[in-house]
């Protein structure tokens, strides 16, 4: 689970956003980097028939910015790309946990056999906590660091699905490039 020096209330407060997803067709992804001193809240929504985008910033202290987006593409389409990613049922990283192991048999010193498990933890990185709503379909869920768990544990598709909605938003919004 993300653990976030300020929580997406506290950010939506000092932002001026409602804490629920306003429109029927809402994106909020809240990225979070370890010891940085500023969260980043993508927000993607139809209002009306406009679509509309923003980067906020929050830094500790509650110094906020905003940056309007203004993107030259099929908004349409690229709404249709995020829901392709099953952004809508992907479970919490925690209710996958079991995913994020590496199994082995072996034999203790005292000559038992055993099945033992490895849990990879990484400390610091960039977390994810997204909020989605389709019409009457809503999602939210924590990801730590899930490109770098991707790379440890390859295939598992919720990596696979965040990773993909992570490339989306930089390519089509042109921002969080690596």
């Known amino acids: 689970m993300v653990a976030y020096s300020q929580t997406p209330a506290e950010i939506n407060k000092a932002l001026g956003l409602p804490d629920s997803l306003a429109y029927e067709s809402e994106i909020r992804v809240y990225k979070d980097r370890g010891i940085s001193n500023c969260s980043q809240v993508f927000r993607f929504y139809k209002d009306g028939k406009e ?8 830094f500790t202290g509650g110094k906020t910015n905003t940056t309007d987006m203004f993107i030259n593409k099929n908004l349409d389409g690229v709404w249709w ?9 992907i479970p919490d990283e925690k209710e996958i946990k079991y995913k994020l192991e590496k199994r082995s048999k072996g034999r203790t010193e005292e000559g038992v056999n055993g099945y033992f498990t490895t849990h990879t933890a990484i400390s610091d990185g960039t977390g994810y906590e997204i909020f989605i709503r389709s019409f009457n379909e809503q999602n939210h869920i924590n990801y730590s660091n ?25 390519t089509d919004f042109n921002i969080w490039k690596q």
């Open 51 to 58: 679509w509309k985008a923003a980067l906020y910033y929050f």
């Open 81 to 89: 790309d995020i829901l392709n990613t099953n952004i809508l049922y």
């Open 146 to 170: 899930p490109e770098s768990y991707l790379k440890i544990y390859p295939g598992v598709d919720e990596l696979e699905f965040i990773r993909d909605l992570l490339d989306i938003i930089r």
